[in-house]
């Protein structure tokens, strides 16, 4: 009886499904592992390339289906191999064949769901990736031209041309390391840097016949200012001495180093305006354009000294012949941000604060008394005021209006 069975299950009959599913299954397994490798390559490409995207992220529900699927595939030909071989009896056999086919082909169907989903993205990557190799070998390879011509330049001894030279050497070096085994996107980086590198030393070259007469025109422009803020520092020390003798002493007190101050900012800007010149006619344009920026840099320290003691006599005679003439304007502003809070309904939060700043204007008005009053804590005290109620026109602007029942 078992013989008759075993020969039984080693019928035609059952040969001929097992092939008939194997073969079925076996189209279907390649058809899914072609579509998956061509995606597979398709998303490392991405990976390679723009890896802030994390495609590989998106990739993985779909990579592990069809891994599970081609998992169930061999499992399944295994089996039919064996019943083919043994002629044991598989029951479920052609079930099973339908499910994992099935298994097989949506796992090929989501790939293809991804690849159309993404589908600009990795081609793009793709498309990017094999000219990775031929961008960086472009890029190296103009590098090395414009080195070179850098290196024969007359002026490859100004400090612009050496600077940028030497920022092509390093991008060179970062891009030639980062070829052994380094991704897609570290390489494209390093090309990209040195590609950067080199129009800044193509420019400062195309730039350094002009530095010769562009400091020659900084040179004559600061001798000209440097002229100026001299005799415009001639004016501080009648200044200072109008302040002590017209003002109360508090109103000048912090003045009291601005000569000796400007007077050391005026002799610096001399010293670099000095050493200027003698780097342009050593041939040193560009150092001599540096020390003209720092000539003009002491220079204005110089101009904010002088100004600061001959505005701070003008400012003070001013409110001294109508010491309310500056209230007038402050009170004028108040008015103003008060009828603004009448008109946005904000008297309730704002209305209060805006009183006391009337009572400042009034304490503050009351301390000019004496031969002497302190005209200068009078107008500070004013501007803080004025600044204060600027600001709290600036916050009741940004607010909502008022709301209507």
Same mark, same amino acid.
């Given at each position: 009886?078992?013989?008759?069975?075993?020969?039984?299950?080693?019928?035609?009959?059952?040969?001929?499904?097992?092939?008939?599913?194997?073969?079925? =299954?076996?189209?279907?397994?390649?058809?899914?592992?072609?579509?998956?490798?061509?995606?597979?390559?398709?998303?490392?490409?991405?990976?390679?390339?723009?890896?802030?995207?994390?495609?590989?992220?998106?990739?993985?529900?779909?990579?592990?289906?069809?891994?599970?699927?081609?998992?169930?595939?061999?499992?399944?030909?295994?089996?039919?191999?064996?019943?083919?071989?043994?002629?044991?009896?598989?029951?479920? &056999?052609?079930?099973?064949?339908? *499910?994992?086919?099935?298994?097989?082909?949506?796992?090929?169907?989501?790939?293809?769901?991804?690849?159309?989903?993404?589908?600009?993205?990795?081609?793009?990557?793709?498309?990017?990736?094999?000219?990775?190799?031929?961008?960086?070998?472009?890029?190296?390879?103009?590098?090395?031209?414009?080195?070179?011509?850098?290196?024969?330049?007359?002026?490859?001894?100004?400090? *612009?041309?050496?600077?940028?030279?030497?920022?092509?050497?390093?991008?060179?070096?970062?891009?030639?390391?980062?070829?052994?085994?380094?991704?897609?996107?570290?390489?494209?980086?390093?090309?990209?840097?040195?590609?950067?590198?080199?129009?800044?030393?193509?420019?400062?070259?195309?730039?350094?016949?002009?530095?010769?007469?562009?400091?020659?025109?900084?040179?004559? $422009?600061?001798? @000209?200012?440097?002229?100026?803020?001299?005799?415009?520092?001639?004016?501080?020390?009648?200044?200072?001495?109008?302040?002590?003798?017209?003002?109360?002493?508090?109103? $000048?007190?912090?003045?009291?180093?601005?000569?000796?101050?400007?007077?050391?900012?005026?002799?610096?800007?001399?010293?670099?305006?000095?050493?200027?010149?003698?780097?342009?006619?050593?041939?040193?344009?560009?150092?001599?354009?540096?020390?003209? @920026?720092?000539?003009?840099?002491?220079?204005?320290?110089?101009?904010?000294?002088? !100004?600061?003691?001959?505005?701070?006599?003008?400012?003070?005679?001013?409110?001294?012949?109508?010491?309310?003439?500056?209230?007038?304007?402050?009170?004028?502003?108040?008015?103003?941000?008060?009828?603004?809070?009448? $008109?946005?309904?904000?008297?309730?939060?704002?209305?209060?604060? =805006?009183?006391?700043?009337?009572?400042?204007?009034?304490?503050?008005?009351?301390?000019? @008394?004496?031969?002497?009053? !302190?005209?200068?804590?009078?107008?500070?005290?004013?501007?803080?005021?004025? !600044?204060?109620?600027?600001?709290?026109?600036?916050?009741?602007?940004?607010?909502? &209006?008022?709301?209507?029942?």
């Amino acid at each position: 009886m078992v013989g008759r069975r075993r020969g039984w299950f080693r019928s035609a009959g059952n040969n001929e499904w097992i092939v008939a599913a194997r073969g079925s =299954l076996a189209s279907a397994f390649l058809d899914m592992d072609q579509r998956q490798s061509a995606a597979e390559a398709a998303v490392h490409a991405a990976e390679q390339v723009f890896p802030d995207r994390r495609m590989a992220v998106a990739w993985e529900p779909v990579r592990s289906r069809c891994y599970d699927a081609a998992g169930a595939y061999v499992a399944l030909t295994e089996q039919l191999e064996q019943a083919e071989r043994d002629g044991t009896p598989m029951p479920q &056999g052609p079930q099973q064949a339908d *499910s994992v086919t099935r298994q097989l082909t949506d796992a090929a169907r989501a790939v293809d769901e991804f690849y159309r989903g993404n589908q600009g993205q990795l081609e793009n990557a793709v498309a990017v990736l094999g000219t990775v190799p031929q961008l960086a070998q472009q890029v190296k390879i103009a590098a090395a031209g414009v080195r070179r011509q850098a290196a024969e330049s007359e002026y490859a001894n100004y400090p *612009s041309v050496r600077e940028h030279a030497a920022a092509v050497d390093e991008a060179l070096i970062t891009l030639e390391a980062a070829g052994s085994g380094a991704s897609a996107a570290v390489v494209r980086e390093s090309a990209n840097r040195l590609e950067a590198a080199t129009k800044r030393l193509a420019d400062a070259l195309a730039q350094a016949p002009s530095r010769a007469a562009a400091a020659k025109t900084a040179i004559s $422009s600061v001798s @000209t200012r440097l002229a100026a803020a001299r005799t415009k520092a001639e004016g501080l020390a009648p200044a200072y001495s109008g302040l002590l003798r017209e003002f109360n002493a508090a109103s $000048s007190a912090d003045l009291a180093d601005n000569e000796r101050e400007s007077q050391r900012a005026i002799d610096a800007a001399d010293a670099a305006l000095g050493r200027a010149r003698a780097a342009a006619a050593e041939n040193n344009p560009e150092i001599a354009l540096d020390l003209t @920026t720092s000539a003009r840099g002491y220079l204005t320290e110089a101009e904010h000294q002088v !100004d600061a003691v001959t505005k701070r006599l003008a400012t003070l005679r001013e409110v001294r012949s109508d010491p309310q003439e500056k209230a007038k304007a402050v009170r004028f502003r108040l008015r103003d941000a008060q009828m603004l809070a009448v $008109s946005r309904g904000l008297v309730t939060e704002w209305g209060s604060v =805006l009183d006391a700043q009337a009572a400042r204007i009034d304490r503050i008005s009351e301390t000019l @008394t004496g031969r002497h009053p !302190d005209y200068w804590a009078y107008v500070a005290e004013l501007d803080t005021i004025t !600044d204060f109620i600027a600001g709290v026109v600036d916050r009741m602007r940004k607010q909502a &209006g008022p709301r209507r029942e």
